[in-house]
């Protein structure tokens, strides 16, 4: 028993083919119309050249600068048992107003 499409499917099918045929063709013909009318990437410019002046370094202005003290590590350690658990609540007396 041979495989029957309806002709009206057939028609559509074949109509579906023939559109991407048409879209394939255009892009086929068209590309090189295309292609030509995108402007060439502009030239990449040169890196300029760094240059460190270390003659800074000498100036008495610098030389008088004092580094920072030495941070202390904490005294209660780094981190919590359960860094996700909210921080217990402080009660911060308030002030009476001055009379």
Same mark, same amino acid.
């Given at each position: 028993?041979?495989?029957?499409?309806?002709?009206?499917?057939?028609?559509?099918?074949?109509?579906?083919?023939?559109?991407?045929?048409?879209?394939?063709?255009?892009?086929?013909?068209?590309?090189? =119309?295309?292609?030509?009318?995108?402007?060439?990437?502009?030239?990449?410019?040169?890196? =300029? =050249?760094?240059?460190?002046?270390?003659?800074?370094?000498?100036?008495?202005?610098?030389?008088?600068?004092?580094?920072?003290?030495?941070?202390?590590?904490?005294?209660?350690?780094?981190?919590?048992?359960?860094?996700? *658990?909210?921080?217990? =609540?402080?009660?911060?007396?308030?002030?009476?107003?001055? *009379?």
């Amino acid at each position: 028993m041979p495989l029957s499409v309806p002709q009206e499917k057939k028609q559509q099918y074949l109509a579906f083919i023939l559109l991407i045929l048409i879209v394939i063709g255009a892009f086929w013909f068209l590309w090189p =119309k295309i292609k030509s009318n995108i402007p060439p990437p502009p030239p990449i410019p040169e890196a =300029k =050249k760094i240059e460190i002046n270390f003659g800074v370094l000498t100036n008495t202005a610098i030389k008088e600068l004092t580094p920072f003290e030495e941070i202390s590590p904490l005294k209660e350690g780094i981190g919590r048992e359960n860094p996700f *658990s909210p921080y217990p =609540k402080i009660e911060i007396p308030k002030s009476e107003p001055e *009379s």
